[in-house]
């Protein structure tokens, strides 16, 4: 006669009977669960452990896959395999979830890191740029001949007119717009501007 195995009793290979334990969790015998745990928990952590690598992420884990197999129980179907080879399953997405998932959060941080240290040398580099650049024109301000440097300084720096460069430099406005008009073109020579 064909009884099914007491829990607790070994199974064919020498261990429990884990299917019937799995049968009893899903009714809610919480002493089949402890059983099934002490069965179980063991392989669940082994497999976590190997792909997180983390210890205290890898329990966590593991605990978790315990509580989804007391959760999943009456989902667990016999035909469709061993009851190690479903919590084993179970045990083997949910590390390589949590291995993406500490990935992903890893990748925003650098991410968020990046664009923050963008934005900061983008700042540095444009003071440094606008430096340079000043330097620069001022290097080719002193190339020029005294009027034209005059020219150029009061109508770019202090914003006057030809008519107020003229007047007060005293000299035609003619001779203020050739010169303003040859001081730029060395100006733009000088800082390798092209037309």
């Not at 015998?29 to 745990?37: C, P």
């Not at 997180?52 to 966590?60: G, K, T």
């Not at 083997?92 to 934005?119: F, I, K, L, N, P």
């Not at 540095?124 to 190339?143: F, I, K, P």
Request: charged share 30%; hydrophobic share 40%; with cysteine.
């Amino acid at each position: 006669m064909n009884r099914p195995l007491p829990l607790g009793s070994p199974g064919p290979a020498g261990r429990p009977d884990l299917a019937e334990a799995m049968h009893r969790v899903a009714q809610g015998d919480k002493e089949a669960f402890s059983r099934l745990y002490d069965a179980l928990a063991p392989l669940v952590f082994g497999i976590v452990v190997k792909v997180v690598r983390d210890r205290a992420q890898s329990e966590e884990v593991a605990q978790e896959v315990m509580i989804d197999l007391w959760r999943r129980a009456a989902r667990y179907r016999p035909e469709a395999g061993s009851v190690t080879t479903w919590a084993a399953t179970i045990a083997h997405r949910r590390a390589v979830d949590r291995v993406r998932s500490a990935q992903a959060a890893t990748d925003r941080e650098h991410a968020s890191a990046a664009r923050e240290h963008t934005t900061g040398f983008d700042e540095v580099a444009e003071q440094v740029e606008t430096r340079l650049e000043g330097e620069q024109v001022r290097r080719c301000l002193r190339g020029l001949t005294e009027l034209q440097r005059q020219a150029v300084t009061l109508a770019y720096y202090r914003g006057l007119t030809y008519r107020e460069v003229s007047e007060s430099l005293r000299i035609p406005l003619p001779t203020v717009k050739t010169r303003m008009r040859d001081g730029l073109i060395r100006l733009r020579d000088c800082m390798g501007v092209t037309a």
